[in-house]
T-cell receptor, first 115, second 111 residues
Framework: GAGVSQSPRYKVAKRGQDVALRCDPISGHVSLFWYQQALGQGPEFLTYFQNEAQLDKSGLPSDRFFAERPEGSVSTLKIQRTQQEDSAVYLC?????????????FGEGSWLTVV | EDQVTQSPEALRLQEGESSSLNCSYTVSGLRGLFWYRQDPGKGPEFLFTLYSAGEEKEKERLKATLTKKESFLHITAPKPEDSATYLCAVQAPSSASKIIFGSGTRLSIRP
């Protein structure tokens, strides 16, 4: 497709369960970002990839969160032993150039509810 | 600490009633200020990037302006389809990859 694609769109996980969220960026985009958005708040930065290299993971809230982009295209955000406070929308975004100074295109997000 | 504050939190206007949304920022050395539109259940959609004080950008009924401490998103003669949450964000000076978002302004336009 032409835009950033995320799956699943909706996920309900039991507390303690592991989840994996997938992102297909726009083809050819060098940069890939993951953001977390709580209800009624703006997105908060989690991590950044330039091609396959994870250059910034300063926003990951704990060591339960892990992201990868092994071939420089598709990325997966994994959350281990989910907690209720992990409930949020997880947004993936991509841009053609390196860094955050270029136009960034967001996907529609993966809505995670931990019960 | 780098921060972005948007006001008001919510704004209800009548169709055709022009207004402005405010975004105040405190960053040491602005590298770029962004405006996004977010519809319910969707990801943010890019609108504008501003880089320096005095800069203005326009798109249809929207105009974004920038000063040294804040940005305004002016909406002229809005229509119901302009209803959305408008997000302001700045590129973090300390990072080439991080954008800091405000909490947004929820705009509702009544027909």
């Amino acid at each position: 497709g032409a835009g950033v694609s995320q799956s699943p769109r909706y996920k309900v996980a039991k507390r303690g369960q592991d989840v994996a969220l997938r992102c297909d960026p726009i083809s050819g985009h060098v940069s890939l970002f993951w953001y977390q958005q709580a209800l009624g708040q703006g997105p908060e930065f989690l991590t950044y990839f330039q091609n396959e290299a994870q250059l910034d993971k300063s926003g990951l809230p704990s060591d339960r969160f892990f992201a990868e982009r092994p071939e420089g295209s598709v990325s997966t955000l994994k959350i281990q032993r989910t907690q209720q406070e992990d409930s949020a929308v997880y947004l993936c975004a991509s841009s053609l150039g390196a860094g955050a100074g270029n136009t960034i295109y967001f996907g529609e997000g993966s809505w995670l509810t931990v019960v | 600490e780098d921060q972005v504050t948007q006001s008001p939190e919510a704004l209800r206007l009548q169709e055709g009633e022009s207004s402005s949304l405010n975004c105040s920022y405190t960053v040491s050395g602005l590298r770029g200020l962004f405006w996004y539109r977010q519809d319910p259940g969707k990801g943010p959609e890019f609108l504008f990037t501003l880089y320096s004080a005095g800069e203005e950008k326009e798109k249809e009924r929207l105009k974004a302006t920038l000063t040294k401490k804040e940005s305004f998103l002016h909406i002229t003669a809005p229509k119901p389809e302009d209803s959305a949450t408008y997000l302001c964000a700045v590129q973090a000076p300390s990072s080439a990859s991080k954008i800091i978002f405000g909490s947004g302004t929820r705009l509702s336009i009544r027909p």
